[in-house]
C-alpha cells in the first residue's frame, strides 16, 4: 500500500516587519535563504528573503538547514537554461512572499510549504532526513503561534500591517 505523501503549507498576508521577524528566526534556527534559480548546479545562499539576483525573484525563496545544503537538488530547464531548486527531492521550505500594491491598496497571499518525502520511480517512498522534518515542523508551529487567522484574510493567518490595510478597506487578494 502506497503512502500518503505528506505536505504542509500555510497561506499568509505579511508585509516586510513580519518578514524581519521570520527572517531572524530562521538563522537563529540555522536555515539560509535560497535563490529560486541560478546558473550553477548548486544552490545559491541569498543575503535575506527579499534579496533579488539576476535569476531569481524576490517573492519566491527556499529555506534549508545549513547543515543540510549538500541533500539540496537542483533541476535543469533547457528552455531557460538555468537550475532551479528541486523542491519535491530536497529538504527544504518554499517561501512564496505576499505581493504589496501600494497603487491598488492591494496584497496578495504568499504561502509556505514543504513536503516530508517523495515517491520513486518504483513507487517506493522515501522519507526526507529527519532533522529537515523535526525542523520544519517547528517553524510551522511558530509561525502559527507568532501570526493569527483572520476572517478579513479569508481565514489565513495574516500580519499586523496587512491586518491594518484590510481594516482600512484595503484588499487582501485571495489569489
Known amino acids: 500500500m502506497k503512502k500518503k505523501t505528506q505536505n504542509k503549507q500555510i497561506h499568509f498576508y505579511l508585509g516586510e516587519e513580519d ?36 535569476f531569481s525573484v524576490a517573492w519566491r525563496k527556499f529555506w534549508a538547514l545549513e547543515t543540510l545544503l549538500s541533500e539540496v537538488k537542483m533541476v535543469f530547464n533547457e528552455k531557460r537554461n ?4 528541486d523542491n519535491l527531492y530536497s529538504p ?12 491598488n491598496n492591494t496584497v496578495s497571499r504568499g504561502r509556505i510549504y514543504y513536503q516530508t518525502g517523495f515517491y520513486t520511480e518504483n ?5 526526507k532526513n529527519p532533522l529537515f522534518g523535526q525542523s520544519a515542523t517547528q517553524i ?11 476572517e478579513l ?14 481594516q482600512e478597506g484595503g484588499i487582501l487578494k485571495a489569489f
Open 123 to 127: 513507487g517506493e517512498w522515501i522519507e
Open 82 to 85: 538555468l537550475y532551479f531548486v
Open 153 to 166: 484574510a479569508h481565514g489565513n493567518y495574516v500580519g499586523l500591517s496587512a491586518l491594518a490595510l484590510a
Open 19 to 54: 518578514e524581519q521577524m521570520i527572517a531572524a528566526y530562521l538563522q537563529e534556527r540555522g536555515y539560509v535563504v535560497l535563490a529560486y534559480a541560478n546558473t550553477q548546479n548548486a544552490p545559491l545562499i541569498c543575503e535575506n528573503l527579499t534579496d533579488q539576483t539576476d
Open 92 to 103: 527544504t521550505i518554499e517561501w512564496q512572499r505576499s505581493i504589496w500594491l501600494k497603487e
Open 140 to 150: 510551522f508551529q511558530w509561525f502559527k503561534k507568532n501570526f493569527t487567522k483572520s
